[in-house]
């Protein structure tokens, strides 16, 4: 954003301080966690291609589509970040938010008027240029269009006034064109809130409220679309973003070339090529054996926390350094680690799974062993959804509640978990059979052992368990089709503050087949503390504003919440992820932040001389 004495605005972009969604999918706590990384293609041989000053990587997990108000995933969204521009931006993946696309803002005294200047001359990848009316169209279809998954981060989370109608079934619905959404001229647009909103603008920053040109796609009234829907989504995506999409071949390779009229920063480079892989050992042939990448590859079992070599920490707390020098090519890459504002997560769609079962399950697991046993890269134990730096009271806090988690610390309690499955009436007579749901670059890494040790110790609590692998966008539709049983998750920060993770805990917001963000279906039904965990949350909403009281009652709401989840077991917190980016000396990038590397463009990172591995 620009410098200003405004005080409302800078309190505005503040928020609380300390503290959509992304599903993280494929090991990003095993190994490299930079899944912004982008990869060169290869040859028929395996060869990498001579593209000098072209970004080369690889991406572990399929993307499953390139529509901002559609996808849900990591791997989608670090794709979506490099072909659209929204009016904000996090720069680099910090929590700082600066314009983008707007030029500047004001916000009124009250906190419920943002009107957005943006810039003049900013153009689309097919050459239109953006105006305020495209962000007035995108919005509606973020709110309106079938194929949104995110309607309620618009009309819920930042509260865009709108008006509701009653359906047939009795369910509120959206009245079309009704948001407080107004072009005020052709480089003005003009949001109303319901309530202040104390990230609005890093809310606003998420790829899911990225402009497209008006009348693109005809999936909301109005428009008839001067595109096919599959074609935008997967072949041909219109965005103001620094690339354009070249080649898209789901489980091999993503290409995007650099545009020439970009309204940003001078781009660095000429484009980013992906490999796409699935599981760890062929990334980590392709990446560090072969070399065929701009930074290697190091899976979970392979790291070595000796080899790291730390020259310092910077502004912004990341430790720095090299790791190396390695196997099997004897290089040293650039290493920094960052905390990332994540929460990986075992989770449980609560209408195939009943209680006692879940809570088993919490008493057998050992976050202590599969954080220091299983998963040999660094990571902090998760007791909480919360992220430490946003839990209320910050990590001294987390860490102090953390002491009361009710299925044990630092141990498997077999014993508990037997019993609790004996006294609902399983028994060696009457097991329950358990799939186990996660994708398979999770499994490849470290996912199948963390699974092998689970299996084992609910053998002896009357558990089946059944491990079930897919690639990364088959494994996300079997959740949203509701057939998970078990399933491994992760959640990373779509804006900093605690309600962004907690709203996958409201219970109206736990069926995804409805319009949700999560795959619980969590209701009364399924659980004794859905409606305390739903009352808290509409506590939270209530108190959504900038002044200290509002943050007072939301983070006590914030507690409940997480308690509400410990008393119901739906999800069973693992790991707060702690970033890692390796790189090859040639490469010349901006460290990523706390938002972690998909919430990082590409353009500013730049090739130097590959030298005998061109």
Same mark, same amino acid.
């Given at each position: ?420 499955? @004996?006294? %609902?009436?399983?028994?060696?007579? #009457?097991?329950?059979? &358990? !799939?186990? /749901? ?6 490849? =890494? ?87 965990? @739903?009352? %808290?949350?509409?506590?939270?909403? #209530?108190?959504?504003? &900038? !002044?200290? /009281? ?6 006590? =709401? ?57």
């Amino acid at each position: 954003m620009t410098d200003t004495d405004n005080l409302s605005r800078r309190r505005f972009l503040q928020g609380t301080g300390a503290a959509a969604t992304a599903a993280a999918l494929a090991g990003c706590a095993g190994g490299d966690g930079d899944s912004s990384e982008t990869t060169s293609g290869t040859d028929e041989n395996g060869g990498s291609q001579n593209d000098e000053d072209r970004y080369r990587g690889r991406q572990i997990g399929t993307a499953d589509s390139l529509d901002p108000v559609y996808a849900t995933d990591t791997t989608s969204g670090t794709h979506i970040q490099e072909i659209f521009d929204g009016l904000t931006n996090y720069v680099n993946g910090t929590v700082n938010v600066e314009t983008l696309l707007a030029e500047d803002y004001t916000v009124s005294e009250d906190g419920t008027t943002i009107t957005f200047q943006l810039k003049e001359g900013a153009t689309y990848n097919n050459g239109d240029e953006v105006t305020a009316s495209d962000v007035v169209y995108a919005w509606e279809r973020l709110a309106a269009s079938d194929n949104s998954n995110r309607v309620g981060f618009l009309l819920d989370t930042l509260g865009v006034e709108h008006e509701t109608e009653t359906d047939d079934e009795g369910n509120e619905q959206y009245v079309p064109e009704s948001k407080a959404v107004e072009a005020t001229g052709e480089y003005e647009v003009e949001i109303t809130l319901q309530e202040p909103f104390y990230a609005a603008l890093e809310l606003i920053a998420y790829t899911a409220f990225v402009p497209i040109p008006e009348g693109l796609l005809g999936d909301i009234d109005g428009y008839e679309g001067e595109m096919d829907y599959d074609t935008f989504a997967a072949e041909e995506p219109v965005g103001a973003g620094p690339y354009v999409l070249t080649e898209w071949s789901e489980a091999t390779r993503i290409s995007l070339d650099a545009r020439d009229d970009y309204h940003g920063e001078e781009i660095l480079n000429e484009g980013l090529d992906y490999s796409v892989f699935t599981e760890s050992n062929a990334a980590y042939t392709y990446a560090t054996s072969n070399v065929n990448a701009d930074s290697p590859y190091i899976p979970s079992a392979r790291f070595d926390p000796e080899l790291r070599n730390f020259e310092g920490t910077d502004d912004r707390g990341r430790q720095y350094g090299t790791y190396g020098p390695f196997e099997p090519n004897g290089m040293t890459a650039q290493y920094y680690e960052v905390a990332s504002l994540s929460t990986f997560y075992y989770g449980f769609d609560t209408q195939n799974v009943p209680k006692p079962v879940r809570q088993a399950v919490a008493y057998a697991m050992n976050q202590e062993t599969i954080n220091n046993d299983i998963i040999s890269t660094p990571t902090q134990e998760g007791y909480h959804f919360t992220p430490p730096a946003l839990f209320p009271g910050g990590a001294e806090n987390y860490n102090s509640r953390a002491e009361e988690y009710p299925y044990g610390v630092g141990e498997a309690r077999i014993d508990q978990a037997r019993q609790v499955m @004996e006294d %609902a009436g399983y028994g060696p007579n #009457n097991q329950y059979e &358990l !799939g186990f /749901d996660m994708s398979s670059g999770t499994a490849s =890494a470290w996912g199948e052992d963390a699974f092998n040790l689970l299996r084992d110790k609910l053998q002896q609590a009357h558990i089946e368990m059944e491990l079930r692998t897919a690639d990364g966008s088959t494994f996300i539709n079997r959740g949203r089709n509701g057939k998970f049983g078990l399933y491994f998750l992760g959640w990373i920060a779509d804006y900093p503050g605690a309600d962004n993770f907690l709203t996958l805990l409201n219970p109206p917001n736990t069926f995804f087949q409805e319009g949700g963000a999560s795959y619980f279906r969590w209701s009364e039904e399924t659980g004794d503390h859905a409606s305390d965990a @739903e009352a %808290a949350w509409e506590t939270v909403q #209530n108190n959504l504003g &900038l !002044g200290e /009281d509002a943050a007072e009652a939301r983070e006590e =709401a914030y507690v409940q919440i997480e308690q509400a989840n410990w008393d119901d077991a739906v999800l069973l917190p693992v790991m707060h992820n702690i970033e890692q980016s390796y790189s090859y000396e040639w490469l010349d990038t901006p460290r990523f932040g706390a938002m972690g590397p998909s919430r990082k463009k590409s353009h500013r990172t730049e090739i130097g001389d590959r030298g005998e591995y061109q």
